[in-house]
Every structure is written in structure tokens, then in C-alpha cells.
């Protein structure tokens, strides 16, 4: 069964606007969660994570997620969305063994 | 420069050819780990390290094999490709499982 979901295969905003990618994951007890993103023909790159304390995470080029336990939810934001935002971005859930298993992926795409 | 190395970046061979992608950081890591990615299924782990000898299966382990002599390289092994073995790899690390990754910018193979 998957951990970490991702249910939204792509998102559209316009440039300015606020930007929200979904996750969701169903892991018992506290996972670490983490946030990448993928520019074309590159590697993952490490956007932000959360291991325990404040619920608001704030990571690289202005985003940052929220934790939510109740509704098992680590959304990322960023307030106004840029064209160079336009990517590929992965939730990743470490449960308590030593794998990290990635959402499908969500691709956003911000519009001029 | 601090980065994770792989070679090739892409290859093109035939089922049942032996094949090798290197992997190699330079950040003293002991944390490594092997990924493919393929649409809509985002990234799954194939194998990971903790250390220097000790590596361990991931998600979908079967058709491949690691090894871990050097702290710094953990290579991929294919002994016998077979085409749905077809998609990008990343190689990635980190000082722990727990800390972010560092990715690699991926080998593309194709297995004819």
C-alpha cells in the first residue's frame, strides 16, 4: 500500500497567485516528511522537511508546508508563484524502517 | 563542489547484457540509495545503504543488485536486463536517512 499520495497530477496558477501542491500520507505514529523538486533532465532537489516542533516549515525559494496530524496532510505553498516555479515536485514519507517512499509526483506549472 | 556522480547517463543495450551505472558522492555520506522513476509511479527505491557493507532492499529489489566496498560508491547492477527494466535511475545520499538527499541527475536506460 502506498504511504504518501499525491492527488492532484498537475496544478495551474497563474504568476502572482498563491500555489498549493497536496500530500497526503498514511503512515502510523510521526514520520519525518520532506518536499523535492525536479527541473527537466535533473536530479531531485531538497525543498523542505519536517521532522517534529512547529506545524509551519518554511524551506528554499520561498516555500514552505504545512503539517497537519489530524487530516495526515503536508501540503506545500508558496504565497506568490513564480514562472521559474514550473516543476516537478514529490512529497517523500520516511516511516520508521530506513526506506523513503516518494508521492507519484505533481506537476505545477505557473503561467505568465 | 559538492555532488552525487553517475555513469552513464544514458545507455541503449539488449536484454541479458551485463550492465553496471557507477555511483559516486564526494560529501563523506554514509546514507546511499538507488531509485527509478517512471510515469505516474514517481520515484521507488530499489536499494539502500547505511553504511560500508551493509545494504538492504527497497521496493522493488528484484532484477537488481548493490554493492558497498567504499563509503563513497554504490554501484547498480543489472546481470540480465530485461526491457521493463526500461526507466531513469537515481542515485542519491545523505549523512542520514533522516537528512535530505542529494540526487545524482539521473541514467536513463533503455533495455531492448
Known amino acids: 500500500a502506498q504511504s504518501v499520495a499525491q492527488p492532484e497530477d498537475q496544478v495551474n496558477v497563474a504568476e502572482g497567485n498563491p500555489l498549493t501542491v497536496k500530500c497526503t500520507y498514511s503512515?502510523?505514529?510521526?514520520?519525518?516528511l520532506f518536499w523535492y523538486v525536479q527541473y527537466p533532465n535533473r536530479g531531485l532537489q531538497f525543498l523542505l522537511k519536517?521532522?517534529?516542533?512547529?506545524?509551519l516549515v518554511k524551506g528554499s525559494y520561498g516555500f514552505e508546508a504545512e503539517f497537519n496530524k489530524s487530516q495526515t496532510s503536508f501540503h506545500l505553498k508558496k504565497p506568490s508563484a513564480l514562472v521559474s516555479d514550473s516543476a516537478l515536485y514529490f512529497c517523500?514519507?520516511?516511516?520508521?524502517?530506513?526506506?523513503?517512499?516518494f508521492g507519484a509526483g505533481t506537476t505545477v506549472t505557473v503561467r505568465a | 563542489e559538492a555532488q552525487v556522480t553517475q555513469n552513464p547517463r544514458y545507455l541503449i543495450t539488449v536484454t541479458g547484457k551485463k550492465l553496471t551505472v557507477t555511483c559516486s558522492q564526494n560529501?563523506?555520506?554514509?546514507?546511499m540509495s538507488w531509485y527509478r522513476q517512471d510515469p505516474g509511479l514517481g520515484l521507488r527505491q530499489i536499494y539502500y545503504s547505511m553504511n560500508v557493507e551493509v545494504t538492504d532492499k527497497g521496493d522493488v529489489p528484484e532484477g537488481y543488485k548493490v554493492s558497498r566496498k567504499e563509503k563513497r560508491n554504490f554501484p547498480l547492477i543489472l546481470e540480465s536486463p530485461s526491457p521493463n527494466q526500461t526507466s531513469l535511475y537515481f542515485c542519491?545520499?545523505?549523512?542520514?536517512?533522516?537528512?535530505?538527499?542529494?540526487f545524482g541527475d539521473g541514467t536513463r536506460l533503455s533495455i531492448l
Open positions: 503512515v502510523s505514529g510521526n514520520p519525518y
Open positions: 519536517y521532522i517534529t516542533g512547529d506545524n
Open positions: 560529501m563523506n555520506h554514509e546514507y
Open positions: 542519491a545520499s545523505s549523512f542520514s536517512i533522516n537528512q535530505p538527499q542529494h
Open positions: 517523500a514519507v520516511r516511516p520508521f524502517d530506513y526506506k523513503l517512499s
